[in-house]
């Protein structure tokens, strides 16, 4: 074997022992670990994803209730830590499903926090639920308001484009409604007609007094219904600004945010548009990839140990490989003269000589027939099998015997450099 060759493979066996360290057990250690307490974690699920700044950074590890409330276990990657001042939200990942949350967190800018720190109610946020803020209305507030959405949604259901033509010829009769009472004002007698119209209509109510009592008596109802209702609207009214808080939080956040999503998605946006290209060969390469990555993940379970069992033949293996070379040099013909003529070295002895099945009683022992047929008298070559007896230096010529002469198996030789 050439230095070249040795030079090779000693290069691939480098590169294998890189490709394990890297993806060995070592390589994917978790990273730091940060507990954080919520009100409430509907949606959330272990697996759940860790963002920061809109990248993901970790994942959801545990979910437990304690002392009352829910303490998230979150485990970060290995290159990102929290310190102290850090935030942990409940953000909503989409407006549709109900297990579509995950956690935001803020890194913070003080001391690095210790592994396992806890995150309190102080540092950690989480989106108002509509259900809460539904909750705040007593039964009977709740019932009206259902009626009134049902109502709604009975009128207007398969109205669309009605409602749509609606509102655009609304438009047009809003304007001219406008117009008629600019009209009206600029008209003086216009509006004293419209005076003595109003007259009309008032003595036509005081004519018939029981008409305008009954009328009066509705109205009364009503404001009665509406005072009636008055603690419970002062109740929810009063519950508002603590669930517009967090909302009014999270928009602040949005807001300090959006500089640097928006500087983000400049950057993203021409990756995405190569991405886009190559997405149906990334996928046949994924598909294609999952049974290597399978052989890959058994490697890097054995591999550690396996690598510990050589390590103690290193120093052994430093001495002897610099002597290897010589000796496959100077065995290297040898080698590929035993190589070709294997074939032909076990057609001779099965022509040579009966092996046949005969065993002693302990099937110790085996008969050999020898088989001596005369020497033949011709001379032949070594390019044929014909019966006769050969011409020095009385070697065949590969395959002879096999019918299949080789006449350029030295181009195949690896010690001789095909010569």
């Known amino acids: 074997m050439s230095s070249r060759s040795l030079a090779a493979a000693a290069l691939g066996a480098a590169v294998l022992a890189v490709a394990v360290l890297l993806l060995g057990p070592g390589g994917g250690a978790d990273g730091q670990r940060v507990v954080a307490v919520f009100d409430g974690v509907n949606g959330l699920v272990r697996g759940a994803e860790v963002r920061m700044g809109g990248l993901r950074v970790g994942r959801v590890q545990d979910i437990a209730l304690r002392d009352g409330r829910p303490r998230v276990t979150l485990r970060l990657d290995d290159d990102v830590r929290l310190r102290r001042g850090a935030r942990a939200d409940l953000r909503l990942g989409s407006l549709s499903g109900t297990v579509n949350r995950y956690v935001a967190v803020a890194p913070g800018d003080g001391p690095l926090l210790a592994d396992g720190a806890t995150l309190g109610l102080a540092r950690t946020d989480q989106p108002v639920e509509v259900d809460d803020v539904l909750s705040t209305l007593d039964p009977r507030t709740r019932g009206e ?152 993940a058994a490697l890097t379970r054995t591999a550690p140990g396996d690598l510990d069992a050589l390590r103690a033949v290193l120093p052994t293996a430093r001495k002897v490989l610099p002597r290897l070379d010589d000796v496959l040099r100077v065995a290297g013909p040898v080698l590929d003269e035993t190589r070709v003529r294997l074939p032909d070295f076990f057609s001779f002895f099965s022509g040579w000589a009966d092996f046949t099945s005969n065993f002693d009683a302990n099937g110790h022992a085996a008969r050999v027939g020898l088989v001596l047929p005369p020497a033949p008298l011709n001379q032949i070559d070594g390019s044929t099998n014909a019966a006769g007896h050969l011409r020095a230096p009385f070697v065949r010529e590969p395959g002879v015997l096999q019918d299949e002469p080789w006449t350029d198996y030295r181009d195949s030789y690896v010690g001789g450099d095909g010569r």
């Open 145 to 296: 308001v259902r009626a009134v959405l049902t109502g709604l949604r009975g009128a207007t259901d398969g109205r669309g484009d009605a409602l749509a033509g609606a509102l655009r010829r609304s438009t047009r009769a809003l304007q001219g409604t406008a117009d008629a009472l600019g009209e009206v004002t600029a008209d003086g007698r216009a509006l004293q007609e419209l005076v003595r119209s109003g007259r009309r209509v008032t003595g036509a109510l005081a004519a018939d007094p029981g008409a305008t009592g009954a009328a009066v008596d509705e109205v009364a109802a009503l404001l009665a219904d509406t005072a009636a209702e008055q603690a419970a609207l002062g109740d929810a009214l009063a519950g508002l600004p603590a669930g517009l808080a967090a909302p009014r939080r999270a928009l602040e956040r949005v807001r300090t945010a959006t500089p640097t999503l928006r500087a983000l998605v400049r950057e993203l946006r021409p990756g995405t548009r190569e991405l886009r290209d190559a997405a149906p060969e990334l996928a046949t390469a994924l598909r294609d990839a999952r049974p290597v990555l399978r052989d890959a």
